[in-house]
T-cell receptor, first 114, second 114 residues
Framework: EPEVTQTPSHQVTQMGQEVILRCVPI?????FYWYRQILGQKVEFLVS????????KSEIFDDQFSVERPDGSNFTLKIRSTKLEDSAMYFC????????????FGPGTRLTVT | GNSVTQMEGPVTLSEEAFLTINCTYT??????LFWYVQYPGEGLQLLLK?????DKGSNKGFEATYRKETTSFHLEKGSVQVSDSAVYFC?????????????FGAGTRLAVHP
């Protein structure tokens, strides 16, 4: 069964460094999302992406964050200058169509900022 | 705005006990409702869904009914197993932005003992 994959599974970085988290969506999926989960807290929406554009973003998704689909396969989340509070699990999710109810989640990338 | 409220955990049960995890929501329109499960160290897996009022979602012995009159989507299982120990998230599909981002509850940790 096709699945969403994410790399790396765990990233440790120093405060102020840039990180790029990668997601490979299921091949026929067109709608992409990033969520994050700070340890022990709820899963929070960051951004949705369709047709090479951001379609919606949350208050969390400030100027330090960006997303792109550089090569038509990978879907990336970049944090330009990481802060301690960016430490969280980041989940990519995808779905084939806007009318499709289910989003398919990747296994997540644990980001630790020291 | 749209939101999801879940009962606080942890919920601790003995094997074969009956499980209820309460979930209520606030939403405009007619959102789809979901239960996701997160096993230790893993990502989010869709457990069940319901897309309209009075629908019952079911999977692996778990059930939840979409109750519009009480804005609820409580998760139930008649006989839990140790392997059901996980964190359970109630979520709704927010259709206000057009791209159906998911809004999650805080999660309820379930621990089942032999």
């Amino acid at each position: 069964e096709p699945e969403v994959t994410q790399t790396p599974s765990h990233q440790v970085t120093q405060m102020g460094q840039e990180v790029i988290l990668r997601c490979v969506p299921i091949s026929n999926h067109l709608y992409f999302y990033w969520y994050r989960q700070i340890l022990g807290q709820k899963v929070e929406f960051l951004v949705s992406f369709y047709n090479n554009e951001i379609s919606e973003k949350s208050e969390i998704f400030d100027d330090q964050f960006s997303v792109e689909r550089p090569d038509g396969s990978n879907f990336t989340l970049k944090i330009r200058s990481t802060k301690l509070e960016d430490s969280a699990m980041y989940f990519c999710a995808t779905k084939p169509a806007v009318s499709h109810y289910e989003q398919y989640f990747g296994p997540g990338t644990r980001l630790t900022v020291t | 705005g749209n939101s999801v409220t879940q009962m606080e955990g942890p919920v601790t049960l003995s094997e074969e006990a009956f499980l209820t995890i309460n979930c209520t929501y606030t939403a405009t329109g007619y959102p789809s409702l979901f239960w996701y499960v997160q096993y230790p160290g893993e990502g989010l897996q869709l457990l069940l869904k319901a897309t309209k009022a009075d629908d019952k979602g079911s999977n692996k012995g778990f059930e939840a009914t979409y109750r519009k009159e009480t804005t609820s989507f409580h998760l139930e299982k008649g006989s839990v197993q140790v392997s059901d120990s996980a964190v359970y998230f109630c979520a709704l599909s927010d259709q206000s932005g057009g791209y159906n981002k998911l809004i999650f509850g805080a999660g309820t940790r379930l621990a089942v003992h032999p």
